[in-house]
């Protein structure tokens, strides 16, 4: 510790926090900011005879610790076993762990709450206030933040922490914890080599962005991938990846980056794949425009089962504007989506694949889109309902016999 240096800190950790409040930080967090109100400081502190810093790189690591640092909060979020973090209110604190949840015996005060999300909102250039009621923002090791306050919650800052973590980074790591057979893994890796255009179902915490994760680490090594999602949670573990997140309007209102726009640039950068981190509402249309240009993609929605997750990508189109009707697309999705796999989390917190919906293309009279249950669950384990897909030629094409797959699975 540099002695005489507590106040500086102090005044100038409140000085870089008042100007996160304002929105006036860059994207890549506070560094730049400390460093410039150290410098301001250094030329008051000569002018004044206030204290000096001295070593100035340790006062600028010691004002960013105290400006990142999360308290209470920080063992849970070093525990591994931790996935998830939420604050009701100063007395409510809790943790999931294995999918279930617990109530810790961790008790904060309403000001310490505020302190913790400012903290976590400095690094990211993001602000929550009373113009602006809720924040997602990811913090410096890829966690998720949510942020909703008083008046939209009854009195207490509602604060939620989903935590990153990189040790399902394949395939193999679900089978090996039970999250989907050997047999269905294979054939999913298959499904990316051959650049099959899939979309990812389930409820909230059903392991949604871990299985796409997995699956894009079972892509082609030398494919583009461009990522778009809200908050960065993906995490494309090729050589030529780029990941982009959306931007929330300044205190001005202008400046906002939404996820429809992100998909349209994400076009113009010569994808091999575009992956969209969940799809919630118009950016649907965009997304279906996409695939239906021939770039292969993925994504996740929220759903109950596989064909509704099907049903809700047809609905949310509409959304866009009263010149979309369901005559252009539903066909389009029936002619994009490839392959639709459905999660879900168990009462005993693990998370599992239950469905592989694959379907055919064809649209019926009613507006059905046909489709074919490719795995399904049967005496509680997922077994192949078929040997044969209904669209098979983007297998042959990059060599794989799929039948042959679903043959040996079965």
């Given at each position: 510790m540099?002695?005489?240096?507590a106040?500086?800190?102090?005044?100038?950790?409140?000085?870089?926090?008042?100007?996160?409040?304002?929105g006036?930080?860059?994207?890549?967090?506070?560094?730049?900011?400390?460093?410039?109100?150290?410098?301001?400081?250094?030329?008051?502190?000569?002018?004044?005879?206030?204290?000096?810093?001295?070593?100035?790189r340790?006062?600028?690591?010691?004002?960013?610790?105290e400006?990142?640092?999360?308290?209470?909060?920080?063992?849970?979020?070093?525990?591994?076993?931790?996935e998830?973090?939420?604050?009701?209110?100063?007395?409510?604190?809790?943790?999931?762990?294995?999918?279930?949840?617990?109530?810790?015996?961790?008790?904060?005060?309403?000001?310490?709450?505020?302190?913790?999300v400012?903290?976590?909102?400095?690094?990211?250039?993001?602000?929550?206030?009373?113009?602006?009621?809720?924040?997602?923002?990811?913090?410096?090791?890829g966690?998720?933040?949510?942020?909703?306050?008083?008046?939209?919650?009854?009195?207490?800052?509602a604060?939620?922490?989903?935590?990153?973590?990189?040790?399902v980074?394949?395939?193999?790591?679900l089978?090996?914890?039970?999250?989907?057979?050997?047999?269905?893994a294979?054939?999913?890796?298959?499904?990316?080599?051959?650049?099959?255009?899939?979309?990812?179902?389930?409820?909230?915490?059903?392991?949604?962005?871990?299985?796409?994760?997995?699956?894009?680490?079972?892509?082609?090594?030398?494919?583009r991938?461009?990522?778009?999602?809200?908050?960065?949670?993906?995490?494309?573990?090729?050589?030529?990846?780029?990941?982009?997140?959306?931007?929330?309007p300044?205190?001005?209102?202008g400046?906002?980056?939404?996820?429809?726009?992100?998909?349209?640039?994400?076009?113009r950068m010569?994808?091999?794949?575009?992956?969209?981190?969940?799809?919630?509402?118009?950016?649907?249309?965009?997304?279906?425009?996409?695939?239906?240009?021939?770039?292969?993609?993925?994504?996740?929605?929220?759903?109950?089962s596989?064909?509704?997750?099907?049903?809700?990508?047809?609905?949310?189109?509409?959304?866009?504007?009263?010149?979309?009707?369901?005559?252009?697309?539903?066909?389009?999705v029936?002619?994009?989506?490839?392959?639709?796999?459905?999660?879900?989390?168990?009462?005993?917190?693990?998370?599992?694949?239950?469905?592989?919906?694959?379907?055919?293309?064809?649209?019926?009279?009613?507006?059905?889109?046909?489709?074919?249950?490719?795995?399904?669950?049967?005496?509680?384990?997922?077994?192949?309902?078929?040997?044969?897909?209904?669209?098979?030629?983007?297998?042959?094409?990059?060599?794989?016999?799929?039948?042959?797959?679903l043959?040996?699975?079965?």
């Amino acid at each position: 510790m540099l002695a005489g240096v507590a106040d500086p800190i102090q005044l100038i950790s409140a000085v870089v926090r008042d100007r996160a409040r304002r929105g006036e930080l860059a994207d890549d967090g506070p560094g730049d900011a400390v460093r410039e109100e150290l410098r301001r400081y250094a030329e008051h502190a000569v002018a004044s005879g206030a204290p000096l810093l001295g070593d100035e790189r340790q006062a600028e690591r010691l004002i960013v610790a105290e400006l990142t640092g999360f308290g209470p909060l920080q063992p849970l979020l070093d525990d591994p076993e931790v996935e998830e973090i939420w604050i009701n209110g100063p007395t409510r604190v809790f943790a999931a762990r294995g999918g279930l949840a617990e109530l810790t015996p961790i008790v904060l005060g309403e000001q310490e709450v505020r302190d913790l999300v400012e903290r976590m909102l400095v690094t990211s250039g993001r602000r929550v206030d009373l113009s602006s009621p809720f924040v997602d923002a990811s913090l410096p090791d890829g966690s998720r933040l949510h942020v909703v306050i008083p008046d939209i919650t009854r009195q207490h800052w509602a604060v939620n922490i989903r935590k990153f973590s990189d040790r399902v980074v394949d395939l193999d790591a679900l089978v090996g914890r039970g999250s989907l057979p050997h047999h269905a893994a294979e054939f999913l890796r298959a499904a990316m080599l051959a650049g099959m255009n899939v979309l990812v179902s389930g409820a909230t915490q059903a392991g949604k962005t871990t299985l796409l994760n997995a699956l894009l680490a079972a892509g082609r090594p030398s494919d583009r991938v461009i990522t778009v999602e809200e908050t960065f949670e993906l995490k494309s573990p090729g050589r030529d990846a780029v990941a982009m997140q959306c931007r929330q309007p300044s205190l001005e209102g202008g400046g906002e980056v939404t996820l429809r726009r992100l998909i349209k640039e994400a076009l113009r950068m010569r994808p091999d794949r575009l992956v969209v981190g969940e799809v919630r509402e118009a950016e649907a249309l965009d997304l279906l425009i996409a695939l239906n240009s021939g770039i292969p993609g993925a994504c996740s929605i929220h759903a109950n089962s596989a064909r509704d997750a099907l049903t809700k990508l047809c609905t949310l189109p509409l959304l866009a504007g009263r010149n979309i009707d369901a005559a252009f697309v539903v066909p389009t999705v029936a002619a994009c989506v490839e392959l639709v796999v459905h999660c879900e989390l168990l009462a005993s917190g693990r998370r599992r694949v239950t469905e592989i919906l694959a379907p055919t293309g064809v649209v019926t009279d009613g507006g059905v889109i046909e489709a074919s249950r490719v795995f399904a669950l049967e005496d509680g384990a997922l077994r192949p309902r078929t040997a044969v897909l209904p669209r098979s030629a983007k297998f042959e094409a990059a060599g794989l016999d799929v039948h042959a797959l679903l043959g040996r699975a079965a």
